[in-house]
């Protein structure tokens, strides 16, 4: 079975595990990053590269699929071994070093481990009138904005995902509505202050009762509490209520897990020696999940890890724009 040695394993190959993986080279240290997609990026790459992401620092506004673009860029220069779509199910620890089985029977044997690998594998929250309809004019994510250009779109939801979907779509739709069952929203003020001045039809205290259609959706009937349903064209329906989360595996590591978030300290340790963890799948107080927070985290993990790595090292490396 394949077998590879390196310094330092990443699981995950999102904005945090690249970053990392740059950061781990800008250390010295050798790489190898594992994900079970087959491409790197993540959740950005998976669900949401048309997304203009707004809270990485020194861009206003990026797409995500170009903000994975220059992160790998950044990371081919640690030249990392990247062991793509396949799944880390076991961990081993020693007082040396840390080993990971894949689901291929490939291990990863490293002096240490570090985990990014967003909140494990996602459900999407079925809608209660879908089922039967995904791919037949229902998604629940959007990859890709053309397909819904010149049509009637009903997007269900209050969070992030769902408002940022409507802003988006906007231009380009014949129409919009954004049902969600209560008034109040988990989206960022300002975005949906964006869709609030916009064309689109913001309907609460509501659900989609049904989808009607054939081959494909073709009306979607809303109940506003309290009220009779109406129906009303619609040739696609997104479906943005969040994702059950599924950390697989991991579970069962021995790693401390709080509501399926890995806890670490201030140096992004975990309770297992020689395991670290950052990004989305990390708790611990005050914790605020942003991809920028998520870069700060990884640079973190990693020069405490290079310390467990060689003794010798010290935490604080120096600024990289520092000359020599």
């Given amino acids: 079975m394949p077998h590879h040695d390196t310094d330092i394993a990443i ?8 970053f990392a993986a740059y950061y781990a080279g800008f250390r010295g240290l050798r790489v190898a990053v594992v994900d079970s997609l087959p491409e790197l990026g993540g959740q950005v790459t998976a669900m949401y590269p048309e997304k203009q992401i707004l809270d990485v620092a020194g861009f206003p506004s990026i797409k995500g699929r170009d903000l994975v673009e220059g992160l790998v860029e950044q990371a081919n220069t640690a030249e990392p071994e990247y062991l793509l779509d396949k799944t ?50 229902m998604e629940f994510f959007v990859p890709s904005f053309a397909p819904y250009a010149g049509k009637d779109v009903v997007i269900v939801g209050g969070g992030d995902s769902a408002f940022d979907w409507a802003v988006h779509l906007e231009p ?17 003020e300002r975005t949906v202050q964006a869709v609030r001045d916009s064309r689109v039809e913001i309907i609460t205290k509501a659900q989609v009762t049904g989808l009607f259609g054939e ?5 979607v009937e809303i109940t506003v509490d309290g009220l009779e349903p109406v129906r009303r064209p619609a040739q696609a329906v997104v ?13 069962q590591w021995g790693i401390e897990v709080v509501k399926r978030h890995v806890v670490v300290d201030a140096s992004m ?23 920028a927070v998520g870069f700060g985290e990884a640079a973190t993990a990693v020069n405490n890890a290079a310390v467990v790595i060689d003794p010798s090292a010290h935490v604080f490396p120096g600024h990289s724009s520092e000359g020599t």
């Fill in 269 to 291: 340790r975990t309770n297992l020696p020689r395991v670290f963890a950052a990004g989305d799948i990390t708790e611990y107080p005050g914790k605020v999940r942003l991809i």
């Fill in 172 to 188: 380009m739709a014949n129409s919009i509505a954004l049902v969600h069952r209560r008034d109040a929203f988990r989206a960022h």
């Fill in 11 to 18: 699981i995950g190959a999102g904005p945090a595990g690249l």
């Fill in 88 to 137: 880390a199910t076991g961990l081993t620890t020693s007082d040396d070093d840390v080993t990971i089985t894949l689901d291929d029977d490939t291990t990863v044997t490293a002096k240490a481990l570090l985990i990014t690998a967003g909140i494990g594998k996602f459900s999407p929250r079925p809608l209660p009138a879908g089922d039967g309809w995904l791919g037949r004019g």
């Fill in 239 to 251: 479906a943005a209520l969040g994702f059950l989360a599924d950390l697989g595996p991991l579970q």
């Fill in 215 to 219: 081959p494909t959706v073709s009306e």
